[in-house]
T-cell receptor, first 114, second 108 residues
C-alpha cells in the first residue's frame, strides 16, 4: 500500500514569491493534517481536515497561508507571499477515521526561502 | 508554557546501555499519549502508544504518570540503530501535539 505522498520534496524560492505543496494521503484516510517542522523542533499543527472540511485551522497564519482539500482526498498548502521565516519542512499526515493517535506522515516538503 | 516539553538531550550512550527520558504535558485532560521516532531528515513514525498501566515493546518501555503529568521512555540494551530523535506526542480533542524531541546517539 502506498504511503502519504508529498511533492515537491525540496523547494527553493526567493522571499515574496508564492509556493505550493501537494499531498496525497493514504487511500481511505479521512483525516489529513498539515504540520510545519522547524529544525530542532517538533511538528506544529497548521490545519486538520476531516474529509473536505477544515475542522481546525486555528494555527494557520491566514494572512499568507491557505489550504484546500476540495474532494476530500488530496490537499494543497499554499504560501503567498513567502517570508524568510517560512523556511521549514512542511509535513502532511493522514489517519483512518477510527484510529486515534497513529498518524502516517509523508516525507515532507523542505522549503528554503532566500 | 508549551503543551509538551522534552529534554532535548542529546543522550550519548554506549551500545548495550539503558537510556531513559521524560516528557511533560500541560493539559491534565489529555487523552492519549505516544512516542514517535524520527530519523535524521526523515518523517516521524509511531514507535508506541503509552497506556495508563505502562507498556513494553521489546527493548522499549513506556510509562505514564497522570498525577505528575509526564510520560517516559526507556530503551534497554541500546543498539546503534536506536540513534534517532524521539518525539513525545499528546492527544487533546483530536489535536496531536508534539514535543521538540529528545536526541539519542548510541555509540559503538
Amino acid at each position: 500500500e502506498a504511503g502519504v505522498v508529498q511533492s515537491p520534496r525540496y523547494k527553493i524560492i526567493e522571499k515574496k514569491q508564492p509556493v505550493a505543496f501537494w499531498c496525497n494521503p493514504i487511500s481511505g484516510h479521512n483525516t489529513l493534517y498539515w504540520y510545519l517542522q522547524n529544525l530542532g523542533q517538533g511538528p506544529e499543527l497548521l490545519i486538520r481536515y476531516e474529509n473536505e472540511e477544515a475542522v481546525d485551522d486555528s494555527q494557520l497564519p491566514k494572512d499568507r497561508f491557505s489550504a484546500e482539500r476540495l474532494k476530500g482526498v488530496d490537499s494543497t498548502l499554499k504560501i503567498q507571499p513567502a517570508e524568510l521565516g517560512d523556511s521549514a519542512v512542511y509535513l502532511c499526515a493522514s489517519k483512518p477515521e477510527m484510529n486515534t493517535g497513529e498518524l502516517f506522515f509523508g516525507e515532507g516538503s523542505r522549503l528554503t526561502v532566500l | 508554557r508549551k503543551e509538551v516539553e522534552q529534554d532535548p538531550g542529546p543522550f550519548n550512550v554506549p551500545e548495550g546501555a539503558t537510556v531513559a527520558f521524560n516528557c511533560t504535558y500541560s493539559n491534565s485532560a489529555s487523552q492519549s499519549f505516544f512516542w514517535y521516532r524520527q530519523d535524521c531528515r526523515k518523517e516521524p513514525k509511531l514507535l508506541m502508544s503509552v497506556y495508563s498501566s505502562g507498556n513494553e515493546d521489546g527493548r522499549f518501555t513506556a510509562q505514564l504518570n497522570r498525577a505528575s503529568q509526564y510520560i517516559s521512555l526507556l530503551i534497554r540494551d541500546s543498539k546503534l540503530s536506536d540513534s534517532a530523535t524521539y518525539l513525545c506526542a499528546v492527544l487533546n480533542d483530536y489535536k496531536l501535539s508534539f514535543g521538540a524531541g529528545t536526541t539519542v546517539t548510541v555509540r559503538a
